[in-house]
């Protein structure tokens, strides 16, 4: 059983950074791979990053290329979303997923990660 845990939200200017982390217990993420989604209110979840941890392949939703950033810790027990630029729009709740069998060419679609965390809020102000 894998449990995530998320933390590094809060509050950030427009232009700001933010890094999320989100860490796992009872093992390593190293054979998983690991998708940060994110809820805005009234919004459904949208994927905004992949991470296949044993090879470093990513993936990233196209509104948040060249401004985020995922990467997992030398231990691999941990994987950061080093969000860089923040506008208004990336306020949401997000979330880190975790599954063994989960493709890159998928990791837009939340209901195949197994293990979630719990989500930790991001407000960007203008």
Known sequence: EVQLVESGGGLAQAGGSLRLSCTASGT????????????????????????????????????????????????????????????????????????AWVHKDFFGNPVLFHYWGQGTQVTVSS
């Not at 805005?40 to 990053?49: C, L, N």
């Open 28 to 99: 390593t993420l190293e054979k998983y791979a690991v998708g940060w989604f994110r809820q805005a209110p009234g919004k459904g979840r949208e994927a905004v990053s992949y991470l296949k941890v044993s090879d470093g392949s990513t993936v990233y939703t196209d509104s948040v290329k060249g401004r985020f950033t995922v990467a997992a810790s030398n231990d691999k027990a941990t994987v950061y979303l080093q969000m860089n630029n923040l506008k208004p729009e990336d306020t949401a709740v997000y979330f880190c997923a975790a599954d």
